[in-house]
């Protein structure tokens, strides 16, 4: 199995609060916008061909002209909300699931269960940056982390080496005096 394979995403909706709400969103600003836009056209249009066509055509066939339009209008909104939802859900994923996948790797870092992975997202999610930025940082803890170990090994041999001179009183207060000063500098 690739590596892009594993890091593929196989639920759409990985956090099902913040997506619901992204897309009813999304849906709403669409309408507005359709609503707004379409109504500002569709009034002055009809106002303007309603004066010009009203002698003309008789007013019952003016009402069928306004009611076949309202019907191809409503349904083409009705067809494209749909995809709306659809890309909505799919953008929203690109979002929820590199926070959700962050989210898991900080509890599992501060639960002190470091396996030694980092974030990795997928090429088209967001918050790349981010997650560069908390590797950099869980990088630089495991470096100190390693630093602090081999301090704390090296000076467990040194206090192994004092053990047996401890019947030399002199010689065990200048290697715990060294300790001590090795400790200070760290």
Not at 15 to 44: D, K, P
Request: proline share 2%.
């Amino acid at each position: 199995m690739s590596n892009r394979d594993q890091r593929q995403r196989t639920r759409l909706v990985i956090v099902r609060g913040f997506q619901v709400r992204f897309i009813i969103l999304i849906v709403a600003f669409v309408l507005l916008t359709a609503l707004v836009s379409g109504y500002t056209v569709y009034y002055y249009i009809w106002k303007l061909i309603g004066d010009k066509l009203n002698g003309v055509y008789p007013q019952a066939h003016l009402v069928d002209m306004v009611a076949r339009v309202n019907s191809v209008l409503i349904s083409r909104f009705l067809l494209l909300v749909p995809l709306v939802v659809l890309v909505g859900l799919i953008f929203s994923n690109r979002i929820s699931g590199p926070i959700y996948k962050m989210k898991l790797f900080l509890s599992s870092i501060s639960e002190h269960n470091d396996d030694g992975s980092l974030v990795e997202l997928r090429e088209e999610d967001e918050f790349h940056d981010v997650a560069e930025g908390i590797n950099r940082i869980v990088n630089r803890l495991r470096s100190e982390k390693r630093k602090h170990r081999s301090v704390m090994v090296s000076m467990g041999k040194e206090i192994d080496s004092i053990i047996p001179g401890l019947g030399d009183e002199r010689a065990s207060r200048e290697a715990l005096e060294s300790l001590r000063d090795r400790i200070k500098a760290q």
